[in-house]
């Protein structure tokens, strides 16, 4: 049984949280993204946020 956090338990935060929490980023693009995620996240759910994270890559690569 793989352990985890408490919060991860929808299909999207259980991704979220084996292949990119905790990972080390480099590139900027990635880490502005992660900046944005957390930004929105202030009070909401991490579900939530991460439904929501197509919109932002979206309006991102809207120039």
């Given at each position: 049984?793989?352990?985890?956090?408490?919060?991860?338990?929808?299909?999207?935060?259980?991704?979220?949280?084996?292949?990119?929490?905790?990972?080390?980023?480099?590139?900027?693009?990635?880490?502005?993204?992660?900046?944005?995620?957390?930004?929105?996240q202030?009070?909401l759910?991490?579900?939530?946020?991460?439904?929501?994270?197509?919109?932002?890559?979206?309006?991102?690569?809207?120039?």
């Amino acid at each position: 049984m793989t352990t985890r956090c408490g919060w991860a338990r929808g299909d999207l935060s259980i991704f979220y949280h084996g292949a990119e929490r905790g990972i080390p980023v480099r590139d900027d693009r990635k880490l502005f993204e992660f900046l944005i995620l957390e930004g929105a996240q202030a009070g909401l759910s991490w579900d939530t946020i991460l439904r929501k994270r197509e919109d932002y890559r979206a309006r991102q690569n809207a120039d």
